[in-house]
């Protein structure tokens, strides 16, 4: 009788595990069908290739420190870019997901059969941080799915008596890892370090030499293949990973300073020391899209909750299993600690946690049925309603979120063809019109100074620099240098730019906080005698630049008083 039960339970789970996995990829499908806006893809993931395809070939861009960064996943958005097509990037950013959904339903499948392994493909896509990652063009998801690739071969690794393809295929996508992100080195360093103990936990498994071997064929195989990228970096600026611990390669270069995590929490956001303590727990139950202080994303509580249950002492795992959970565990912690102690916090920082999470997740559900089985009955329905429930109100949350994405992105009005494509743009992005302006009317040879863009040149077809570099002004630099607004104009003017963009709002509160009285009259001078309003939307406003006199509008950006246009 109680056999009949699961399988009809199991007959039931089946298709509606299957139709849920089915809707929310095609629900996120839908979402990925509207132009790029987000920030990122805007400054660098679609920017730089972009450029590249224009210049084209690869070739160094000093002016924008996160072009020397490793971009594997930027050289697959090179193909649609280069028909003209910016939306596909996002589907193939998605498609890394869907890998990454496959990894963690394979294994779950062998570990705890179909519908637990279902069920863990779609915990893992629903999640709101995937979910999010998946609608945008980053390169995040790129790395988790290589991560895990890389993580769970080495597992098939010991599970296959150490077949040599296994670790050959670990190191391989342990190499396109850290060939995608900065944040792929840790993949690499920790994995490397994993590899001799794994060998030495094999059955029978003794030899410390052969244990040495193992983890320096592995860091050699999976270096190989993410060394072209520090590779030219080297060549370029001699630190292979530029931007980063330049003092160390370069040691003339310009010491920048920068607050620790935890004085920068306590300086910038006022979180006390138990604050600070809790973090780890934090990121679980805080997150928040584009509120920096609350880890710019959202993670599920549950995906902690759950994850703990796999490790109850009740219950009995077979040796692999319990290695396994370890070994999951041992890197999510680890992984989570380089992180976290040497960056910002931010969710997708810590994101290639996530799929060892979910599995751990998954594994402490069967569990937690497994011991319900063997309790008195008040005890059994108890603990079942508890790990049933809990898993519902998992896939509950991530809906929620699903749901609120399509209020924030609005894709049907878009794909209907009620909302054109510029006016898509211009609903998240406010200074479009003014980049639509100068493709249409400047001369192909202008060159623009961003001034307060937050970087976005995507979709300016003109030649563009940026004013802030590494936390350093061109147009202070310039000023200091100079002295009076004649030879500002002209130092710029032979810089070669012939127009200025600016967010008017942040550069007018800027100007105030840095500039003292005299430098101040320098920048109004510049202003009303060197430059014309052309175009001004919004708050955003586009100067030309004369290194004479030249017949202006009366606008002064440091007032911030903007004609409408």
Known sequence: MKIEIVNKANRCLMPLLLASVLALIAGIVVLCLVPPVSKDALTHHLAVPKLYLRHGGIYEIPGMPFSYFPMNIELLYLIPLYFNNDIAPKLIHFGFALLTGWLIFSYLRTRCGLIYALFGALFFLSIPLIVKLSITVYVDLGLIFFTNAALLFLIRWRESDFKHKYLALAALFCGLAAGTKYNGLITLFLLSLFTPFIYLRGEKRADSLGAIKTGIVFFSLAFLICSPWFVKNFIWTGNPLYPLYDNWFNPNAAQKTSLGLFTYRALVYGEKWWEMALLPLRIFFQGQDGNPQFFDGKLNPFLLVLAALSFLRLGEDNERLRFEKKLLLAFSVFFFLFAFFS???????????????????????????????????????????????????????????????????????????????????????????????????????????????????????????????????????????????????????????????????????????????????????????????????????????????????????????????
């Not at 079942?384 to 924030?408: D, E």
């Not at 609005?410 to 211009?426: A, F, M």
């Not at 300016?460 to 002295?483: E, H, P, W």
């Not at 202003?527 to 030309?544: A, D």
Request: proline share 4%; aromatic share 12%.
């Open 343 to 565: 960056s910002s916090l931010r969710m997708r920082y810590i994101s290639p946690i996530i799929p060892p999470l979910v599995i751990l997740s998954v594994l402490g559900i069967k569990k937690a049925i497994g011991i319900s089985e063997r309790l008195k009955s008040l005890a059994r329905k108890g603990l079942l309603f508890a790990t049933v429930g809990s898993a519902l109100a998992a896939i509950l949350i991530n809906a929620q979120y699903v749901i609120g994405q399509f209020k924030y992105v609005s894709p049907l009005g878009y794909l209907r063809g009620e909302v054109s494509r510029d006016q898509y743009i211009e609903r998240y992005r406010p200074e479009y019109p003014v980049m639509q302006y100068i493709n249409k009317k400047l001369p192909a040879n202008a060159k623009i100074l961003f001034v307060f863009m937050g970087n976005r040149g995507y979709y300016c077809d003109r030649c563009y620099i940026f004013d802030m570099v590494q936390n350093k002004s061109l147009l202070a630099g310039c000023l200091r240098s100079t002295g009076n607004s004649r030879l500002m104009a002209r130092e710029l003017k032979g810089k070669g730019i012939t127009h200025i963009l600016m967010n008017t709002a942040i550069f007018s509160r800027w100007t105030r906080k840095t500039f003292d009285a005299q430098e101040m009259k320098i920048l109004k001078e510049l202003f009303k005698l060197y430059t014309k309003v052309l175009c001004s939307h919004n708050g955003y406003v586009l100067f030309r630049l004369g290194s004479y006199p030249v017949q202006s509008i009366k606008f002064n950006p440091l007032n911030c008083r903007i004609p409408r246009g």
